[in-house]
């Protein structure tokens, strides 16, 4: 997830109409022509904080991640008290698997907006990923707080409790991020691992064809379900399971690995 600007900053009334139409055009999808348009706005004035943020943007959106790096940390020199710019140098650096500069720019934001719920998700999946689970847990408890109602929230909190083989609290969360959001395939995914991990497979497999039903394409639910028929001891089944995940994901490692163990 990234923020989007609103309006832009410039001191030219002309060239802030501009601004305020790319955006508008950026938003309703034509990346390429707003493009054109902060290039523009940039000959003339070059440090202008918001086009430089959503020049920034557009190329994280053609994965130029690099590029989207030096456009937005511009960005947030020229304007240290961005919120934007800071929240989508912390996309850009999480894509770039720079996880401590990401770590920084959500913080940063927490400094200027304490009630941010979404960096508080982002900074939680960044602590995941380097194994620090008691902060993602403290995270993730804030994002609930800041907005009960977030089932991406309460889903992220039952995967760091699934982490730490906490499978009954794991089970709470992802219920309750169902009962937000019915049909939401990641949750019906984590709870069918909750289930197989506690060896309830018969409720496993019924998550696993729910979130098939929601996600037909899911190359996880189909390595989820091809790992619970290895359980049962249905190694025809679960085959045909991992191999039709990989056909969806062929660089699905997890899903090798599995098959390879059979």
Known sequence: RWAMSKSGSSTNTELQQELDQAIAIHRAGN?????????????????????????????????????????????????????????????????????????????????LTPDNANAYINLGMIYKSMGQLEDATNCYNQAIALNPNSFESTNNMGVVYLERNLFQEAKGCFLQALDLNPKYTDA???????????????????????????????????KTLGTIMKNLGKMEEAVEHLRHAIFLQPDFTEAYLILNSI
């Open 188 to 222: 019906l995914i984590n709870l069918a691992t909750t289930y197989n991990g506690i060896g309830e497979l018969g409720k496993a497999q019924e998550c696993c064809n729910d979130a098939l039903k929601t996600t037909p394409d899911s190359a996880a639910a189909y």
């Open 31 to 111: 990346v390429s022509q707003a493009e054109i348009t902060y290039l523009k706005i940039l000959e003339t004035e070059p440090e202008n904080s918001v086009a430089l943020h959503m020049l920034g943007v557009a190329n994280h959106q053609r994965t130029n991640n690099e590029h989207a790096a030096v456009l937005i940390s511009k960005a947030v020199a020229i304007d240290p008290n961005f919120v934007k710019a800071h929240f989508n140098l912390g996309v850009v650096n999480q894509a770039l698997n720079k996880l401590p500069d990401a770590e920084k720019n959500y913080n940063r934001v927490l400094e």
